[in-house]
């Protein structure tokens, strides 16, 4: 995977990438599922430093790819190799107790569930409420994906939520149908509960008008407006399943956030201060002057 251009400008100090994966160099190290979606792609962790080293990214989240479902263990390892990393798992009932406990000690804080879509992964509510009270005990987060047409399907799910939870790339929501639409609606009324976050990633997939994305300003801006401190964003780096031949570049996706955060304070908060407070990182040192 090639690396991205530097960004104009570099992000602030301890700035976080909220979303990536990173695969085996040799399939055969870590196999993937027979029932997997896609194959995976050469991509790498020292690829993945590479472009963080491009973009000028210290931090990263490596989410479990789910070509290797609920088998963490290149997550493991990645997290092993990566001093400023954190993860998110898969986890569903046939995940023990001991295992969870493998996955926090090695820094994982949360666990992802794709609700509808082709990655759609949740087999029932009460799979679902029990695999909740249970990273509840470990103090991590729900990871929630969805499209907007889901995220109104799923919502008596959602609502119930009181553990932290992070509504992946724009909340799926579609900007061709306009802002009142109900998914867009929802997840503003989720965002002005006090546990629920939003990761700004994947505005090139939900863009109607593509590059430079514009028509998704003002739902970052809505979003941003609705909880200012728990907005994160990520690159969703390399770019799975994606609807075009061209992958975008990853230093396009960083200033595409500039745009929509506006202001430097702003961008530091959704780069640095936000997933440094969900995640665990720790502070960032002001520099002296």
Aim: with cysteine; glycine share 6%.
């Amino acid at each position: 995977m090639r690396s991205s251009r530097a960004p104009l400008p570099f992000p602030p100090p301890g700035s976080c990438d909220c979303q990536v994966h990173a695969f085996a160099a040799d399939l055969a190290d870590y196999p993937p599922r027979p029932d997997r979606k896609y194959d995976p792609p050469a991509a790498t962790l020292e690829d993945l430093r590479c472009m963080h080293a491009a973009l000028g990214i210290e931090r990263c989240v490596i989410v479990q790819p789910t070509v290797y479902a609920t088998d963490h263990r290149l997550l493991l390892d990645t997290l092993a190799r990566h001093d400023n990393c954190r993860g998110v798992a898969i986890v569903d009932d046939t995940v023990p107790d001991a295992q969870l406990a493998v996955l926090h000690e090695a820094g994982v804080r949360g666990a992802r569930f794709n609700l509808g879509g082709p990655l759609h992964s949740v087999k029932g509510r009460d799979e679902f409420d029990r695999t909740i009270e249970r990273i509840r005990r470990l103090g991590w987060h729900a990871k929630v994906s969805a499209s907007g047409e889901s995220l109104c399907e799923y919502e008596p799910w959602l609502s119930d939520l009181t553990i932290p939870a992070v509504l992946d790339h724009f909340a799926g929501c579609n900007p061709a149908a306009g802002p009142g639409n109900a998914g867009h609606q929802l997840a503003l009324a989720l965002l002005r509960k006090p546990n629920w976050w939003l990761m700004l990633s994947n505005g090139d997939r939900r863009s109607a008008a593509g590059a430079p994305w514009g028509d998704l300003i003002p739902y970052a801006r809505a979003f941003i407006d609705a909880a200012p401190s728990r907005v994160i964003w990520g690159t969703d780096w390399p770019h799975l399943l994606y609807h075009s031949d061209t992958l975008p570049d990853d230093a396009d996706l960083l200033e595409f956030l500039y745009r929509c955060a506006g202001e430097e304070m702003a961008i530091r908060q959704i780069l640095v201060d936000n997933p440094a407070q969900l995640y665990g990182f720790a502070d960032v040192t002001e520099e002296t002057p």
